[in-house]
């Protein structure tokens, strides 16, 4: 899917943008993908071997675990100062920076895990990325996304970093053209939602 003639300039702002938020102390603190990883292990039926690519994967906390249960995985940010310094030497994992909507250099994986990465795309680059994702995932895949505008980015950045503020319901309708799934509210946070994600089955 062509995203051009925008594709290069985007890039180059969103690499500025999140390059200058990973700096920030207080942006490595909070880690929603951490939380979330050992019951999409379980809910996937996450195997020993299976291979994961970690959308978004930023200081690669929630990579950790998943390696720590025997998962393959494969981390991709854009920002090449997200990552924890631990996770550069850990085994079972790498990490590639490139944004979402061009993962022309990945291996297809068995799980995709992304959270509260889909958010901080362009609404215009939405369907490249999904398209992306599910040319990169070959059995199930999790979403968790903010509904909610960002305060972090107006602070301490100057911009906003969620760039599709939408509902649960417009996330769900997106992704269905593309997988079978299921989703609902985080029962803790009423401004996330919840997608898991299954490829659909060819007759």
Request: with cysteine; net charge neutral.
């Amino acid at each position: 899917m062509d995203t051009s003639p925008y594709d290069s300039i985007l890039r180059g702002q969103a690499y500025a943008k999140y390059r200058k938020a990973w700096d920030i102390p207080k942006y490595r603190e909070d880690s929603p993908g951490e939380k979330y990883a050992k019951t999409v292990i379980a809910e996937l039926g996450m195997k020993k071997g299976n291979t994961v690519l970690d959308l978004g994967c930023g200081t690669g906390k929630a990579s950790k675990i998943m390696c720590k249960k025997g998962l393959s995985v494969h981390g991709i940010d854009i920002a090449d100062n997200a990552l924890n310094e631990e996770m550069k030497e850990a085994k079972s994992f790498k990490f590639t920076q490139q944004c979402l909507w061009r993962l022309d250099e990945v291996t297809p994986a068995d799980y995709i895990y992304c959270a509260n990465v889909m958010e901080h795309i362009p609404e215009k680059l939405i369907h490249a990325t999904l398209f992306q994702i599910d040319r990169n995932m070959n059995k199930s895949g999790f979403f968790s996304i903010s509904t909610n505008v960002d305060s972090f980015g107006p602070q301490y950045l100057s911009q906003q970093m969620h760039l599709t503020v939408r509902d649960g319901r417009w996330w769900a309708d997106q992704m269905m053209r593309y997988w079978l799934l299921t989703w609902g509210q985080d029962p803790v946070d009423p401004f996330t939602v919840l997608i898991y994600v299954h490829r659909k089955v060819t007759p």
